[in-house]
């Protein structure tokens, strides 16, 4: 493939351990492997909502990069004013990156979701084309009035990952939810079903940042607390990697009550691993996980997920479904596609939709 290169830019470090940035920073490793030159571009201020300095920054990295200079924007830097992108999206090849829609998220009032809806759609307007990391967010691009010929979906990868074993011989099965605790993952919603299931074992960890939506974690944190779950329910705050893989390798099942999801990665490294799940309907959900290795339930129904989650962790039946759900997930992961496989298709879109003219 002929060396190319690549303004990507982002909002923030890009060493920030969230599903989207470790996207990032794969496909930027990915691609400079490849031979590709990619200079990184952490952008100030507050996002996504972006405020004067968001904005500012935003527009001197556009004004000091040469005509017809090839920039992949991360889709969290749309949510502020887009006069940056329209005034120098004629001069540069600029291309969108979609996570998931930033009106998606959840808790958002009207004011805010049309707010982030109406810049999202005028960014992404002025781009010559957007990768998103499903094929539901790709669809989800003709909302916002792209089409879908300047649209393409590339996945993320995953990594060789050793089978998780789950907990020790004797005690009790061992849930694991993976995500940063805001209210779109729905930590709060799993709170409330772990109560309606206090009567049978089981520990539950939820690994994941607390600094994100600080108020929302210290509310869910003392609703564990409220209903006794304390001693259960353990959050871990943000975890390196090894941390990670070792909370992965002890579980019995993975959880993840998100509302939406515009891909979902930590289910599909809960796939590699052999992991059966519960999650929702929420977004790509449904198009991430097979139905032989989940059980998904309506997103914010507590009493559904309680059920769900109940199946699984009593008697010798839920242990039963437990492994059956555990092959097909260790079946599945076959068909996931690798790190280099995932960059080098995030290299031909690219190059797919943003031609040298």
């Known amino acids: ?6 303004h990507l830019i982002i909002p923030g470090p890009i060493d920030q351990r969230t599903g989207g940035y470790l996207y990032d920073a794969h496909m930027a490793t990915g691609l400079e492997q490849l031979g590709w030159t990619v200079v990184v571009h952490s952008l100030e201020g507050d996002f996504p909502y972006g405020d004067a300095r968001a904005e500012a920054s935003l ?36 291309l969108g990156l979609v996570h998931h829609s930033l ?23 002025a781009c010559m084309g957007v990768l ?48 940063s605790v805001v209210p779109r993952k729905g930590q709060d919603v799993l709170v409330r079903a772990l109560a309606r299931l206090r009567h049978i074992r089981w520990s539950c960890v939820c690994a994941g940042s607390l600094d994100r939506a600080p108020a929302f974690a210290s509310t869910v944190r003392a609703l564990a607390a409220d209903e006794e779950l304390a001693d259960r ?37 809960a796939l590699a691993r052999g992991l059966p799940i519960v999650s929702t309907t929420g977004g790509a959900v449904p198009q991430t996980v097979p139905a032989a290795a989940a059980i998904l339930v309506t997103p914010g129904d507590e009493a559904a997920l309680g059920d769900a989650l109940g199946h699984l962790l009593v008697g010798p039946a839920g242990a039963s479904r437990r492994d059956r759900m555990a092959s097909a997930a260790r079946v599945h992961a076959l068909s996931l596609p690798t790190w ?3 960059t080098r298709a995030f290299a031909r879109a690219i190059l797919e939709l943003s031609p040298v003219e």
């Open 132 to 179: 998103c990391t499903s094929a539901f967010t790709a669809t989800r691009m003709e909302d916002y009035g792209v089409p879908p010929a300047r649209v393409r979906a590339v996945l993320p990868g995953t990594e060789p990952v050793r089978p998780a074993q789950g907990p020790a011989a004797g005690e009790a099965p061992r849930l694991l939810c993976v995500g």
């Open 59 to 94: 527009a001197g990295v556009l004004a000091e990069l040469p005509q017809g200079t090839r920039v992949l924007l991360d889709g969290l830097a749309m949510g502020g004013p887009p006069g940056p992108i329209v005034a120098h999206a004629p001069r540069l090849r600029v």
């Open 103 to 125: 009106a998606d998220e959840t808790g958002l009032d009207t004011e805010h979701e049309d707010r982030l809806a109406a810049h999202e759609r005028e960014a992404l307007s």
């Open 233 to 269: 329910v353990a959050f871990t705050g943000e975890c390196g990697q090894q941390a990670l893989d070792d909370l992965y390798h002890s579980a019995s099942l993975f959880v993840l009550p998100s509302h939406h999801e515009g891909y979902g990665m930590a289910l599909t490294e």
């Open 340 to 342: 280099d496989e995932a």
């Open 1 to 6: 493939m002929k060396p190319e290169e690549l």
